[in-house]
């Protein structure tokens, strides 16, 4: 029992102390609670949540745990720290039932609210439960929840929580004025007013009502009040909320037209982040316009781009009005092309439209025909007061555009009213203007639409006379002939009239009419201006001499080819042979031959050479001077062996021989004729010469092995081959193609290696040709081309280039045509071949013998202006791809000084663009007008000068200008594809930009 006894005590005992321990350590957890309780009231957040950590560490109770917990995660969202949200989550999971739980939420979310966190108040209110809210924290709460939503510019969502404490004492005055800037958001101006009327002040947050009331004055039309409270706000406004104010300030001036007054603070305003959009421009540049300042005011409207609305129309027209009173109408023609384009307001596109179209009549249109732009107006505005004018403008706008191909299609169409003279006279130009691009049919067809129409004597006398020209250029002589008649007849002068003798004495020279040649040259050179044109009076003189030479009167011949000698002219070198053989025809040879002998001495590179020294040749042997002779005979072999003379020379030598009875010598000579020179007429010569010589030798039977041995001969065919070749020419002489080539083929085919086997494939070429059997006359030139030198080569090889460079086979046509250039005795094939091979290098890319080519064409100073033209633009061209600027810059000047139509257009725009990489914007402008105006026909360079153009309006800041040129390049000219996305870059470019500082743009890639 004692035992028992002190076990029992001792247990006592135990609980006794084990409880005593339990009890102090509770107490002391709970000093700790308060402890850190007290040090969070104190704001020292972080010792405080130290300590609530460790009571939540030792502490068993779970009210004082859960406390803890709280404290923890609202000290944490108190230090910003980064678990601080988490904390709050574990305490709400961790203690579903705390009465803390709420209030948890809401001072998490009231915490944020106060530090500006909107975001996370906003999370944080979205889970407070209501129904434990008191009235105050309720009010608290509503408020609060609809600010953060306004923060976050969800105003629907923000209303029905302001609305709940519109009618607080404490959140009242401030929901009514967040209400209000909600509705001056949506634009519900006048709800917005009434709300911050009842505010009477801003919040302590927010110190804007003024602003804001200033704002909406301006929006409602209270001008008055808007610059007073604008005013009143603005010392008490940092510097961003002062712009807005100036604007606000501004705008109502301007929109009392107190402009003077408005100024200053338009320009104060700096624009919403740094940008204005086209209102605040329009604004601001109508001040300078009412101000007369017209050149701020073009600065500055010119700012406003891509605006399709009511400010732009009028922003856009009175850019207009500023360039015309700056005189600058190449400008303002691109305002008022936008204005008339915006149909809001009808009276300003009106007013527009016949700017746009006045405008175009007297510069140019470098998107339209001006035509077809005044008579767009006349049909949009059938009733306008401005008719008359128009229609007098559209008539003459046929002739300042130039382009008559567009004006006939309209006055064909009938969609346009005028007279017949009218439609004559642009008949007549656009008929010049085919002419002097080389269409001489199509030409012809228009001038003979200007004869029928036209009554002013005038223009019927030069439609006539550029009839006759045409006609000659498809050689109908006898057409030109005719017709350059018929406009002598008329005695109305004309600019024309001063080439009529030259051009009627050259018809009168290809029909034979030699008298009457003979006298129009001569009425020419009498002429006072024929000074004035030496090539042409140099010419006059050579034709002079030729028609007296070819009618055998010698004398005067002389006495012509005298007067072109003594101008050293062109072609000086083939007035001294033909003066030379013409002493020859007046039976004074010695005096012929000392001229040819001096000849030889003078002109040295003189194509003529080879022709006076067979002459020459042929002269000592007619005077008994046969050593001399030989001896130039053989000159003439050794020195020119690809000479058309060359083959007669031998012959007559060997005719000498056999005449002097030299007759080995002369056999020598014909074999080697028969030989070299087979097929040619020569040839058969030869063979009957060495046949004569044969048989005075006795030695037939050598002549028969000979002639076996040559190229398909037979003593026993020569009669039948002559026979058969004698049948064959016969539908040739009678002019008749079809039989030529029928009766040529049947002798080739019968006699392949005949005789006269070359004569026989040129004529069947040119039967061939003439039939427009081009490809089959082909092979034919190319056997008489391939055969050595004959009367037949040069227009041999005249036609086969022809037909090469039909079919742009350059390739083909490059090695005919040196061969032409080299072997061609008449001047006008040289020039022929030489002015092709500088195409065909071009074509087939290789620019450097193009521009040899070409520097050979200029070399000629007989050439035309339009040949002159196309070397000049070859080697400018040429020097473009070879990436020479220099040089292209150099060729394209000299294109433009002599060059009309297309090339003037390439030209011109090539200076536009050497003008642009200088930086001469001005001078671009002005060049790209000239090229609108003046070659608007030529589409492809009036869109690329476009460009160009719009670059430099781009750099001198004329915005508008830059852009409207550009969509207008990208809208009307998309059969260019290359042109249209430089274009579009271009826009992009310049959009970009100035999006920067104009809001009212949007970027391109944005569109």
């Given at each position: 029992?004692?035992?028992?006894?002190?076990?029992?005590?001792?247990?006592?005992?135990?609980?006794?102390?084990?409880?005593?321990?339990?009890?102090?350590?509770?107490?002391?957890?709970?000093?700790?609670?308060?402890?850190?309780?007290?040090?969070?009231?104190?704001?020292?957040?972080?010792?405080?949540?130290?300590?609530?950590?460790?009571?939540?560490?030792?502490?068993?109770?779970?009210?004082?745990?859960?406390?803890?917990?709280?404290?923890?995660?609202?000290?944490?969202?108190?230090?910003?720290?980064?678990?601080?949200?988490?904390?709050?989550?574990?305490?709400?999971?961790?203690?579903?039932?705390?009465?803390?739980?709420?209030?948890?939420?809401?001072?998490?979310?009231?915490?944020?609210?106060?530090?500006?966190?909107?975001?996370?108040?906003?999370?944080?209110?979205?889970?407070?439960?209501?129904?434990?809210?008191?009235?105050?924290?309720?009010?608290?709460?509503?408020?609060?929840t609809g600010y953060t939503l306004v923060q976050s510019k969800k105003y629907d969502e923000a209303k029905p929580f302001l609305n709940r404490v519109s009618d607080d004492s404490e959140y009242g005055s401030k929901a009514k004025y967040y209400l209000g800037y909600i509705a001056y958001e949506n634009d519900e101006l006048q709800e917005a007013s009434d709300l911050f009327d009842q505010v009477g002040e801003s919040p302590e947050a927010d110190e804007k009502l003024s602003y804001y009331q200033a704002d909406l004055n301006y929006k409602l039309g209270k001008f008055d009040q808007a610059i007073v409270l604008a005013q009143k706000q603005l010392s008490k406004s940092n510097r961003k909320e002062q712009s807005e104010l100036n604007r606000?300030?501004?705008?109502?001036?301007?929109?009392?037209?107190?402009?003077?007054?408005?100024?200053?603070?338009?320009?104060?305003?700096?624009?919403?982040?740094?940008?204005?959009?086209?209102?605040?421009?329009?604004?601001?540049?109508?001040?300078?316009?009412?101000?007369?300042?017209?050149?701020?005011?073009?600065?500055?409207?010119?700012?406003?781009?891509?605006?399709?609305?009511?400010?732009?129309?009028?922003?856009?027209?009175?850019?207009?009005?500023?360039?015309?009173?700056?005189?600058?109408?190449?400008?303002?023609?691109?305002?008022?092309?936008?204005?008339?384009?915006?149909?809001?307001?009808?009276?300003?596109?009106?007013?527009?439209?016949?700017?746009?179209?006045?405008?175009?009549?007297?510069?140019?249109?470098?998107?339209?025909?001006?035509?077809?732009?005044?008579?767009?107006?006349?049909?949009?505005?059938?009733?306008?007061?401005?008719?008359?004018?128009?229609?007098?403008?559209?008539?003459?706008?046929?002739?300042?555009?130039?382009?008559?191909?567009?004006?006939?299609?309209?006055?064909?169409?009938?969609?346009?009213?005028?007279?017949?003279?009218?439609?004559?006279?642009?008949?007549?130009?656009?008929?010049?203007?085919?002419?002097?691009?080389?269409?001489?049919?199509?030409?012809?067809?228009?001038?003979?639409?200007?004869?029928?129409?036209?009554?002013?004597?005038?223009?019927?006398?030069?439609?006539?006379?550029?009839?006759?020209?045409?006609?000659?250029?498809?050689?109908?002589?006898?057409?030109?002939?005719?017709?350059?008649?018929?406009?002598?007849?008329?005695?109305?002068?004309?600019?024309?009239?001063?080439?009529?003798?030259?051009?009627?004495?050259?018809?009168?020279?290809?029909?034979?009419?030699?008298?009457?040649?003979?006298?129009?040259?001569?009425?020419?050179?009498?002429?006072?201006?024929?000074?004035?044109?030496?090539?042409?009076?140099?010419?006059?003189?050579?034709?002079?001499?030729?028609?007296?030479?070819?009618?055998?009167?010698?004398?005067?011949?002389?006495?012509?080819?005298?007067?072109?000698?003594?101008?050293?002219?062109?072609?000086?070198?083939?007035?001294?042979?033909?003066?030379?053989?013409?002493?020859?025809?007046?039976?004074?040879?010695?005096?012929?031959?000392?001229?040819?002998?001096?000849?030889?001495?003078?002109?040295?590179?003189?194509?003529?050479?080879?022709?006076?020294?067979?002459?020459?040749?042929?002269?000592?042997?007619?005077?008994?001077?046969?050593?001399?002779?030989?001896?130039?005979?053989?000159?003439?072999?050794?020195?020119?062996?690809?000479?058309?003379?060359?083959?007669?020379?031998?012959?007559?030598?060997?005719?000498?021989?056999?005449?002097?009875?030299?007759?080995?010598?002369?056999?020598?000579?014909?074999?080697?004729?028969?030989?070299?020179?087979?097929?040619?007429?020569?040839?058969?010569?030869?063979?009957?010469?060495?046949?004569?010589?044969?048989?005075?030798?006795?030695?037939?039977?050598?002549?028969?092995?000979?002639?076996?041995?040559?190229?398909?001969?037979?003593?026993?065919?020569?009669?039948?081959?002559?026979?058969?070749?004698?049948?064959?020419?016969?539908?040739?002489?009678?002019?008749?193609?079809?039989?030529?080539?029928?009766?040529?083929?049947?002798?080739?085919?019968?006699?392949?290696?005949?005789?006269?086997?070359?004569?026989?494939?040129?004529?069947?070429?040119?039967?061939?040709?003439?039939?427009?059997?081009?490809?089959?006359?082909?092979?034919?030139?190319?056997?008489?081309?391939?055969?050595?030198?004959?009367?037949?080569?040069?227009?041999?090889?005249?036609?086969?280039?022809?037909?090469?460079?039909?079919?742009?086979?350059?390739?083909?046509?490059?090695?005919?045509?040196?061969?032409?250039?080299?072997?061609?005795?008449?001047?006008?094939?040289?020039?022929?071949?030489?002015?092709?091979?500088?195409?065909?290098?071009?074509?087939?890319?290789?620019?450097?013998?193009?521009?040899?080519?070409?520097?050979?064409?200029?070399?000629?100073?007989?050439?035309?202006?339009?040949?002159?033209?196309?070397?000049?633009?070859?080697?400018?061209?040429?020097?473009?791809?070879?990436?020479?600027?220099?040089?292209?810059?150099?060729?394209?000047?000299?294109?433009?000084?002599?060059?009309?139509?297309?090339?003037?257009?390439?030209?011109?725009?090539?200076?536009?663009?050497?003008?642009?990489?200088?930086?001469?914007?001005?001078?671009?402008?002005?060049?790209?007008?000239?090229?609108?105006?003046?070659?608007?026909?030529?589409?492809?360079?009036?869109?690329?000068?476009?460009?160009?153009?719009?670059?430099?309006?781009?750099?001198?800041?004329?915005?508008?200008?830059?852009?409207?040129?550009?969509?207008?390049?990208?809208?009307?000219?998309?059969?260019?594809?290359?042109?249209?996305?430089?274009?579009?870059?271009?826009?992009?470019?310049?959009?970009?930009?100035?999006?920067?500082?104009?809001?009212?743009?949007?970027?391109?890639?944005?569109?």
């Amino acid at each position: 029992m004692r035992k028992l006894a002190m076990t029992l005590l001792f247990v006592l005992s135990f609980t006794t102390v084990a409880n005593a321990q339990q009890s102090r350590i509770w107490t002391d957890d709970l000093a700790t609670y308060h402890q850190a309780v007290d040090l969070y009231q104190e704001d020292q957040y972080l010792a405080s949540q130290r300590l609530f950590v460790k009571v939540k560490e030792t502490s068993n109770d779970e009210v004082i745990k859960g406390n803890a917990s709280y404290y923890i995660a609202n000290c944490a969202v108190r230090l910003n720290q980064r678990n601080a949200d988490q904390l709050v989550e574990s305490f709400v999971e961790e203690y579903p039932t705390s009465i803390k739980k709420n209030s948890a939420i809401i001072d998490v979310a009231d915490y944020y609210f106060d530090n500006g966190d909107y975001r996370k108040a906003a999370n944080w209110y979205q889970r407070v439960d209501k129904s434990t809210l008191s009235r105050k924290q309720t009010s608290r709460y509503y408020f609060n929840t609809g600010y953060t939503l306004v923060q976050s510019k969800k105003y629907d969502e923000a209303k029905p929580f302001l609305n709940r404490v519109s009618d607080d004492s404490e959140y009242g005055s401030k929901a009514k004025y967040y209400l209000g800037y909600i509705a001056y958001e949506n634009d519900e101006l006048q709800e917005a007013s009434d709300l911050f009327d009842q505010v009477g002040e801003s919040p302590e947050a927010d110190e804007k009502l003024s602003y804001y009331q200033a704002d909406l004055n301006y929006k409602l039309g209270k001008f008055d009040q808007a610059i007073v409270l604008a005013q009143k706000q603005l010392s008490k406004s940092n510097r961003k909320e002062q712009s807005e104010l100036n604007r606000i300030i501004g705008q109502s001036l301007f929109n009392q037209e107190k402009y003077d007054e408005a100024l200053p603070y338009l320009e104060a305003y700096k624009g919403t982040r740094g940008r204005w959009n086209n209102n605040d421009y329009y604004q601001l540049g109508y001040t300078y316009y009412k101000q007369g300042n017209f050149e701020k005011a073009m600065e500055t409207f010119n700012k406003i781009i891509d605006g399709e609305n009511a400010t732009a129309q009028n922003a856009y027209y009175h850019l207009g009005q500023s360039y015309l009173k700056l005189d600058r109408k190449e400008e303002a023609l691109n305002a008022f092309k936008k204005a008339s384009e915006i149909d809001l307001d009808a009276q300003i596109s009106q007013d527009a439209y016949y700017n746009y179209a006045k405008l175009s009549y007297e510069n140019g249109n470098p998107y339209d025909s001006v035509p077809s732009v005044i008579l767009a107006y006349l049909e949009k505005y059938p009733e306008t007061d401005k008719n008359e004018e128009m229609n007098e403008f559209l008539i003459d706008s046929y002739f300042s555009s130039k382009n008559y191909a567009e004006a006939l299609f309209l006055l064909e169409d009938g969609r346009i009213r005028a007279n017949e003279a009218v439609y004559g006279k642009v008949a007549l130009y656009h008929g010049l203007n085919l002419f002097t691009a080389g269409d001489y049919q199509e030409a012809l067809g228009n001038l003979n639409k200007a004869i029928e129409n036209s009554t002013d004597p005038e223009l019927k006398k030069r439609a006539v006379f550029w009839k006759a020209e045409s006609l000659y250029q498809l050689n109908d002589f006898s057409g030109a002939y005719e017709n350059f008649k018929t406009a002598k007849k008329n005695k109305v002068s004309i600019e024309e009239d001063d080439l009529y003798n030259y051009d009627m004495g050259y018809a009168q020279f290809k029909l034979k009419k030699y008298d009457e040649a003979i006298n129009s040259f001569t009425a020419f050179t009498n002429q006072s201006d024929a000074k004035n044109d030496r090539v042409k009076l140099n010419d006059a003189y050579l034709r002079i001499g030729d028609a007296n030479f070819v009618t055998k009167q010698y004398w005067p011949a002389m006495e012509a080819y005298n007067k072109a000698i003594k101008m050293n002219g062109y072609n000086s070198d083939y007035a001294a042979f033909q003066k030379a053989i013409s002493y020859g025809f007046v039976q004074k040879n010695d005096r012929k031959i000392q001229d040819l002998e001096e000849f030889i001495t003078k002109f040295r590179t003189s194509k003529y050479r080879d022709d006076v020294i067979y002459e020459l040749g042929n002269t000592y042997i007619n005077t008994n001077q046969v050593a001399k002779g030989i001896r130039t005979y053989d000159k003439l072999i050794a020195d020119y062996p690809n000479s058309s003379y060359t083959s007669q020379a031998m012959m007559r030598k060997g005719l000498q021989l056999y005449n002097d009875g030299n007759l080995e010598a002369s056999l020598s000579v014909f074999k080697q004729v028969a030989g070299k020179y087979a097929g040619t007429p020569q040839a058969v010569q030869a063979i009957s010469s060495a046949r004569q010589v044969y048989i005075d030798l006795g030695t037939t039977n050598d002549y028969a092995v000979w002639v076996r041995g040559l190229d398909g001969v037979e003593v026993t065919d020569n009669e039948l081959d002559d026979t058969a070749y004698e049948s064959a020419e016969q539908p040739f002489i009678q002019g008749d193609m079809n039989g030529t080539a029928r009766e040529m083929k049947k002798y080739l085919l019968q006699f392949p290696n005949g005789k006269h086997a070359l004569k026989a494939h040129f004529y069947l070429a040119q039967a061939q040709f003439s039939q427009n059997n081009k490809e089959e006359s082909v092979a034919h030139y190319e056997y008489v081309t391939s055969m050595e030198r004959s009367e037949f080569t040069e227009q041999a090889l005249a036609r086969l280039s022809e037909i090469h460079l039909g079919t742009r086979d350059y390739v083909k046509a490059v090695p005919v045509l040196k061969q032409l250039e080299q072997l061609a005795e008449f001047p006008q094939n040289i020039i022929y071949a030489q002015s092709n091979l500088m195409k065909a290098y071009y074509e087939t890319e290789d620019y450097e013998e193009a521009v040899t080519y070409a520097n050979k064409v200029l070399s000629d100073a007989s050439i035309e202006n339009n040949l002159k033209s196309d070397a000049e633009i070859i080697i400018a061209r040429s020097s473009w791809k070879q990436g020479n600027e220099a040089a292209t810059k150099v060729g394209y000047e000299k294109v433009r000084q002599t060059a009309t139509g297309s090339l003037a257009a390439e030209a011109t725009y090539y200076k536009a663009y050497f003008e642009s990489k200088e930086g001469k914007h001005d001078a671009v402008i002005t060049t790209v007008n000239g090229l609108s105006k003046n070659y608007g026909g030529y589409k492809l360079w009036s869109a690329k000068g476009l460009v160009v153009m719009a670059k430099s309006y781009d750099d001198l800041d004329q915005t508008l200008n830059a852009t409207t040129i550009l969509d207008a390049v990208i809208a009307n000219f998309k059969q260019y594809p290359d042109v249209v996305a430089t274009a579009q870059s271009e826009l992009a470019i310049i959009k970009t930009k100035a999006a920067k500082t104009n809001s009212s743009v949007v970027p391109t890639s944005q569109n």
